[in-house]
């Protein structure tokens, strides 16, 4: 079988900038075990692959892998997979076109934005596919001894560290300045025997720290999917911007943010984010 597949940087407009994503986009016929085979291949922090929709309303069913397993939702392979393809407009034969795509995920269905100038596609905006959910808090020392951080790295003042979840459920710990940011290194070894894949997906360290147009820069790790660090993670940021919107003043109906990611590693992405 030949498979098709396209490689794309996912929030950035440069190139080696953002989030690498592979897009299979012919994996009819592909097994479960053949396709974490080929996303553990690429070693990207996510691999997507394309099928046909079970629903002929939709635009297809959408698969996301990372190294070492299967995600019921993420950001920036869904980023990705929009733009590869509207551009291609067609998959599967049928046409892909319009400014809404639909995708079938395992979190439910995941509604895409295509934005164009002149006929070409220059961005995608995605809805998250679930409200935000909440779950369960964990021990500010569990994230210092996991992210190599001192006690007075973490802002607790507002929240402690918290699960939650727009379909996929990270651990959102806002830290107290840009410079424990920066100073902030995943130790696997702990997150492998306190924070397993099972209870969360990473760790979304964030800090409210405005620089030049960026309000909020972040970092996110996930070891245990055989991520050290993701350079963007639209599901991650998504949640975020609910979290924030969450614990605002009831005085401000709306939120809107501009937030950076992997600047602290040298591929620079920027997510326009609103709740």
């Keep these: ?105 395992k979190a439910g269905l995941v509604n895409m934005d ?9 961005a995608t905006r995605l809805a998250a596919p679930v409200p935000l959910s909440f779950g369960e808090e964990i021990a500010p020392e569990i994230v210092q001894r996991a992210c190599s951080l001192d006690a007075g790295a973490l802002k607790l003042d507002v929240h402690h560290p918290i699960v939650a979840s727009c379909g996929a459920a990270l651990l959102f710990v806002e830290l107290a300045s840009r410079a424990a940011l920066k100073a902030a290194a995943p130790r696997p070894e702990v997150f492998a025997r306190e924070l397993p894949r099972e209870r969360i997906v990473g760790i979304h360290l964030y800090v409210q720290a405005p620089e030049g147009p960026i309000d909020v820069q972040t970092r996110m790790f996930a070891p245990e999917h055989g991520i050290p660090e993701d350079p963007a993670t639209g599901a991650a940021n998504v949640a975020l911007i609910g979290l924030l919107a969450h614990y605002r003043p009831e ?25």
């Design 114 to 122: 295509i934005r164009r100038e002149g006929g070409a596609v220059v």
């Design 251 to 275: 005085a401000q109906l709306t939120l809107a943010r501009t937030i950076g990611q992997g600047f602290d590693m040298g591929r620079p992405s920027v997510l326009e984010a609103s709740a």
């Design 1 to 105: 079988m030949k498979l098709e597949f396209s490689t794309v940087d996912v929030f950035t407009d440069r190139p080696f900038g953002g989030n690498p994503l592979a897009v299979v986009t012919n994996a009819q016929g592909l097994s479960t075990e053949r396709m974490q085979a080929i996303a553990a291949e690429f070693n990207l922090a996510e691999t997507t692959f394309v099928l046909p929709p079970k629903d002929p309303a939709h635009t297809a069913e959408v698969r996301i892998f990372t190294p070492k397993a299967e995600m019921p939702f993420a950001g920036h392979p869904n980023v990705g997979t929009a733009f590869v393809l509207a551009r291609a407009g067609t998959s599967y034969g049928r046409p892909v076109t319009g400014d809404r795509l639909v995708f079938e995920e």
